[in-house]
């Protein structure tokens, strides 16, 4: 038995998903086929959805689990790290079988990046993982998932939840998801770009009406994001959508706000708060988020985000 699971043998939140070394090099232009350009000295970032949630659940003060895989190289090593000096407990972290995963970000002046994934040890992540983490499924209040590892083991995670357990999913990056696992979904987070790739042809031109086609594909719950906008909540229970306001905020970085969005809204969804109340908590962090620079470098404390 490891101690940890002595100390506390409930999470807030298991965070089931991707854990990616982002390599950062800033360009002056992207280079066209066949060209060499110079670029800044490179960064190395932890990122990846599943490590950004973990740890940003952690930094509010969530008692928070990773369920991921990372390679037995240095970028998993970075990656273990961030996790553990955020809070996050790393026993459900999986070494081997694959290169740590990458992402190859080049940002240009404007702000805009390419980015190529190598999925790597995520891609490794698997159905029988899930089955033998059984433990972490039945100690966590709510799971979160999202798309960065195999759709197969996401499914799995879908079959795994113990009873009383939400499962919160962001389908990023889209991709068509099984009815039993849209089914799971409690809620189901998205932003315009996801809803409109569920929706498809069937989206309607507004927000309130992608929530209103989104629950209809069989989720608990719909939370759709509207960046500066704020989010819309609609859930089965009852037919009206609500709008939640943002905060005004200076936007410096909106990378990683997303990610700090959903592990709010995940965690204040297990503390027992109704669906708009731990919405309108998310939208605060995620705003908070987006006023500094990087992924996990910018997510608040709960006291930063009690500030804004």
């Not at 298991?14 to 992207?30: F, I, K, T």
């Not at 068509?176 to 089914?183: D, I, Q």
Request: net charge negative.
């Amino acid at each position: 038995m490891h101690e940890s699971e002595h100390d506390h043998d409930r999470y807030d939140l298991l965070v089931v998903g991707s854990a990616n070394a982002d390599l950062v090099v800033g360009v002056e232009r992207r280079p066209a086929p066949g060209e060499t350009v110079l670029g800044s000295d490179l960064a190395v970032h932890p990122g990846g959805k599943g490590a950004n949630q973990a740890v940003a659940a952690a930094r509010l003060g969530a008692r928070t689990a990773l369920l991921a895989r990372v390679g037995d190289d240095a970028h998993g090593r970075l990656l273990l790290e961030s996790q553990r000096a955020a809070g996050v407990d790393t026993a459900g972290v999986l070494v081997g079988g694959a290169p740590t995963g990458v992402a190859l970000i080049t940002v240009d002046p404007s702000g805009d990046n390419s980015i190529v994934v190598s999925p790597g040890a995520n891609a490794r992540l698997t159905p029988e993982d899930i089955r033998a983490a059984g433990h972490l499924f039945g100690a966590a209040r709510v799971v979160s998932v999202q798309l960065e590892i195999p759709l197969d083991t996401v499914a799995e995670v879908a079959g795994a939840m113990s009873p009383g357990t939400r499962l919160v999913l962001n389908p990023s990056p889209p991709a068509p998801l099984p009815g039993h696992v849209r089914a799971a979904c409690d809620p189901l987070v998205v932003n315009e770009h996801e809803a409109r790739y569920m929706l498809g042809e069937a989206a309607g031109t507004t927000p309130e009406d992608w929530a209103r086609a989104l629950l209809a594909l069989g989720p608990r719950s719909v939370v759709v994001t509207l960046g500066a906008a704020g989010a819309l909540v609609a859930d089965n229970r009852g037919d009206e959508v609500v709008r939640v306001p943002s905060v005004e905020v200076e936007a410096v970085d909106t990378t990683g706000a997303g990610d700090a969005f959903t592990a709010a809204l995940a965690w204040r969804l297990g503390l027992g708060e109704d669906l708009a109340d731990a919405v309108a908590f998310a939208v605060r962090v995620g705003a908070a988020a987006v006023t500094r620079q990087g992924a996990q470098a910018s997510f608040p404390t709960a006291e930063e985000v009690a500030a804004l």
